[in-house]
């Protein structure tokens, strides 16, 4: 543990209250993507595989179950809560998210460091994870208008992924032999994917103005 992953691992958290408090308190889960949602919920099951059989520390567990738990959670508010699901964009949120995930299983079947099913489904969910923002991000583009707390969600989740690769820069200089090559390269993608809304939000931030992304 170093002050980079803390760091990362609190952004993360944050985005993640970020959101829950958006459709907890105002009963809205407008310009958010489900699809986005169930692709994280499909990243955090493949990823936690290993809750019950490998116990690292307490601090790793608990952010394990949070991740699982507001991952669900998010998904079950969006698809059934009776007002909070009146709210959602059906119509704009149309990416066709599950064309993401056979890619990434392939990419992970052939392209890993051990082939054992733990680690294939833990490198599937660094190749789904890299890619799971897309439907959020074109349902920005689409949507145009961004409320604060929305436009803050996508800001946390981006600047924890940019928080990790520090942690990685700094792990690969103070830890012999430290090298990932598969987290660090879908860790990079991801990163840049948020490069044009990182770029508008600290325009709009600047400016003292609403975001707004390009269409």
């Not at 992970?108 to 890619?131: G, P, R």
């Not at 923002?133 to 981006?158: A, E, K, M, S, W």
């Amino acid at each position: 543990m170093n002050i980079f992953r803390l760091a990362g691992d609190m952004t993360h958290l944050a985005s993640v209250l970020v959101l829950l408090l958006k459709i907890h308190t105002i009963k809205s889960c407008a310009g958010i993507s489900l699809k986005t949602q169930e692709l994280y919920a499909i990243v955090f099951t493949t990823r936690y595989l290993d809750i019950f059989t490998d116990f690292i520390s307490l601090y790793n567990t608990i952010m394990k179950l949070i991740f699982l738990g507001s991952s669900f959670s998010i998904v079950w508010y969006i698809r059934q809560h009776k007002i909070v699901r009146r709210s959602y964009d059906r119509e704009q949120d149309t990416f066709r998210h599950f064309f993401l995930v056979l890619p990434c299983l392939l990419l992970a079947l052939f392209i890993n460091e051990k082939f054992t099913l733990m680690e294939v489904m833990w490198t599937f969910s660094l190749y789904l994870e890299a890619v799971a923002i897309l439907p959020q991000l074109v349902l920005l583009q689409r949507t145009r208008n961004i409320d604060n707390l929305t436009g803050q969600y996508v800001f946390l989740l981006g600047a924890y992924r940019a928080l990790y690769i520090l942690n990685w820069i700094y792990r690969y200089f103070t830890e012999p032999h430290y090298v990932h090559w598969i987290t660090w390269i879908s860790g990079l993608v991801q990163t840049l994917l948020y490069a044009d809304f990182f770029y508008y939000y600290f325009q709009s931030w600047k400016n003292n103005e609403k975001l707004h992304l390009p269409a």
